[in-house]
């Protein structure tokens, strides 16, 4: 567990072989359990994502996918929850989280 200023951030690692479909489960599940998803970096040779612990669940999930052309593809009505470098099947990849509002 880490805090920066006053959010706690519980960490979970995930496998650098996950695939896009391995993450969003994962991010459904540990948002249900621990709070919103706030960042998402890789970490050695797994992708590390941070839940703020003491903050709301979110009523609807956060949704990872792969950001085009170094944007993340935020349709209407959607907010920005977290981006970074995340292993996915293995290759380092530039990734957004979206919710929808």
Known sequence: MNS???TLFISV???A???LASVNKA???YEDLLGPLEQMRIDADTSLLKFASNKPKPKIVAVVSKQ???KP???DGHTL???G???IEGVQTLCAATRKN
């Open 4 to 6: 920066t200023d006053d």
């Open 13 to 15: 690692h995930l496998l």
């Open 17 to 19: 072989s996950s695939d």
């Open 27 to 29: 991010v459904s599940l």
């Open 68 to 70: 085009i052309n170094g």
């Open 73 to 75: 593809d935020l349709p």
């Open 81 to 83: 929850a977290a981006s």
């Open 85 to 87: 470098q995340i292993f």
